[in-house]
């Protein structure tokens, strides 16, 4: 039974620092692609950064870049979002998925089959 387990979602002040972690489970967790989306009240879920966790490499979403930053620890099974600079907008639940089926990062949440119950960021102004 595939698991994805969130945590670290808070409240903190615009400036301020968040670290989300995604414990995965019940399957191989090696040569996947996880992702961090996230959705605001009333608006759709969007990509925020993907990781290949056979490799390492990373995508982004224009709006994040340069502030958040996905890492991976293979030992732990475990995918971390670093967000730095956090904002208003940055307000949402965020989501941690992964596609079993796709070799490479990307931000395509269709393709994505499995997802975690979500971790709430509120960064008030």
């Known amino acids: 039974q595939v698991q994805l387990v969130e945590s670290g979602g808070g409240s903190v002040q615009a400036g301020g620092s968040l670290r989300l972690s995604c414990v995965a489970s019940?399957?191989?967790?090696?040569?996947?692609?996880m992702g961090w989306f996230r959705q605001a009240p009333g608006k759709g879920r969007e990509g925020v950064a993907a990781i290949y966790t056979g490799g390492g490499s990373t995508v982004y979403a224009d709006s994040v870049k340069g502030r958040f930053t996905i890492s991976q620890d293979n030992a732990k099974n475990t995918v971390y979002l670093q967000m730095n600079s956090l904002k208003p907008e940055d307000t949402a639940m965020y989501y941690c998925?992964?596609?079993?089926?796709?070799?490479?990062?990307?931000?395509?949440?269709?393709?994505?089959?499995?997802w975690g119950q979500g971790t709430q960021v509120t960064v008030s102004s």
């Open positions: 019940g399957y191989r967790y090696s040569s996947n692609c």
């Open positions: 998925a992964v596609d079993t089926r796709t070799i490479g990062p990307h931000l395509e949440k269709s393709a994505y089959n499995y």
